[in-house]
């Protein structure tokens, strides 16, 4: 939404609206079972290879032994970048993927609207102009908000922002009602899906995992599944949400104009 001024309130990245109340019932999907099963376990697994592989980003700046060190790039960007940030990264070691968990395990509702809400709360956050310069970024043309601080986004936000664009048009007779008067009318574009599943497939064999997963045999229902358990290298969510946090760009809190 633009001011007389020209400046602009819209967030850079929209996140999902949370404080709507609800207005429609999840429609009931049409799709076998089966399907919603293997749907969830999808989204699921893509959800945790992203929060596993963002691990990645510090594993030279664990503070305290809380994992094995494993092999990670120097000269990584993303690890340069969390130095100079003084992101407070910590690392465990855990499962690949844990089953599907309350709230995450439910058809779309205003409980999990809020999961996704409080998970992309710092989506969008204040970089200021010494952090910016510290991080050697050529500055022509690049958004700033109102006191001068630099618009940017952590990468592993912009991939969870993705992947909920998609979960989001898979349910869209639920959320096209929430997003009828959006004032980002791209998001839901097939052009912004396809930039999505294009940036995550990209990153995924990027930061792609190696660890090894082996298949049970399940008796009932008589069917072979993949074990998540083995174990791998995690960012702690926490420690970089504590990073994001204090920075957030809270919608109506701030302006930015055309550079
Ligand atoms: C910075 O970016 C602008 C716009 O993309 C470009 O014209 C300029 O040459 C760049 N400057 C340097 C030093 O790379
Ligand atoms: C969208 O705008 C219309 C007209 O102003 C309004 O009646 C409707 O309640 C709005 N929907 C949402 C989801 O905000």
Redesign the pocket.
């Known amino acids: 939404m633009c001011k007389d001024s020209g400046d602009f309130q819209v967030p850079l990245l929209e996140n999902i609206r949370s404080n ?1 109340p609800s ?1 429609h019932q999840p429609s009931h999907s049409r799709r076998e079972p089966f399907f919603r099963i293997s749907l969830f376990f999808f989204i699921h697994l893509i959800y945790f290879t992203l929060l596993s592989y963002i691990a990645v980003l510090g594993t030279l700046y664990i503070r305290q032994p809380l994992c094995t060190s494993v092999s990670v790039p120097l000269s990584s960007a993303t690890s340069e970048h969390a130095k100079l940030l003084q992101m407070p990264l910590e690392f465990e070691e855990r499962s690949a993927w844990l089953p599907l968990q309350a709230p995450w395990d439910q058809e779309p509702s205003p409980t999990l609207d809020q999961a996704w809400a409080d998970l992309m709360f710092g989506l969008n956050v204040r970089v200021t102009a010494d952090e910016v310069e510290s991080l050697g970024f050529n500055t022509t043309d690049r958004l700033r908000v109102n006191g001068g601080d630099y618009f940017g986004v952590v990468g592993v936000y912009h991939q969870i922002h993705c992947l909920n664009s998609i979960r989001m048009m898979l349910y869209w007779d639920y959320y096209k ?2 997003f ?2 959006s004032t980002d009318s791209e998001l839901f574009t097939l052009g912004h899906t396809a930039h999505c599943i294009d940036t995550l497939r990209q990153w995924l064999m990027c930061h792609g995992g190696v660890e090894i997963h082996l298949a049970n045999w399940v008796d009932t229902p008589a069917e072979r599944e993949l074990d998540g358990a083995t174990s791998t290298t995690c960012l702690k969510w926490d420690s970089l949400a504590a990073w994001t946090r204090p920075r957030t760009l809270v919608p109506g809190t701030y302006t930015y104009r055309q550079p």
């Open positions: 709507e207005i009602i929430r009828a008067n």
